[in-house]
Nanobody
Framework: QVQLVESGGGLVQPGGSLRLACTTS????????????LAWWRQAPGKDREFVAA????????YYSDSAKGRFTISRDNAKNTVFLEMNSLKPEDTAVYYC????????WGQGTQVAVSS
């Protein structure tokens, strides 16, 4: 069973930027990495998990939530089995644990990476 591991979170001031990464660990997929659509989700304390962004297998098709649109960019480096989330103009309401998982398929949820936006 392939694990997805998130990294790149941290504490930033409002208006700052972060780049999150999600890569595989502990196994291999049945197909090449570019076969799989992937998505980013986030969950703030006391709130439900919320969709953020998704990318098709080759990264050519992307979709964003209203809150992410215009500020976040999802991209992929399939040679490294990695999907990125570039986050700019961060706001306090972006504070959450960020997770990656399949879009149209599912892997077990990992531990995520914490993003905190605060003065």
């Amino acid at each position: 069973q392939v694990q997805l591991v998130e990294s790149g979170g941290g504490l930033v001031q409002p208006g700052g930027s972060l780049r999150l990464a999600c890569t595989t660990s502990g196994g291999t997929f049945e197909h090449p990495f570019n076969y799989y659509a992937l998505a980013w989700w986030r969950q703030a304390p006391g709130k439900d998990r919320e969709f953020v962004a998704a990318a098709s297998g080759n990264g050519g098709l992307t979709y964003y939530s209203d809150s992410a649109k215009g500020r976040f960019t999802i991209s992929r480096d399939n040679a490294k089995n990695t999907v990125f989330l570039e986050m700019n103009s961060l706001k306090p309401e972006d504070t959450a644990v960020y997770y990656c998982n399949g879009a149209g398929w599912a892997a077990p949820w990992g531990q995520g990476t914490q993003v905190a936006v605060s003065s």
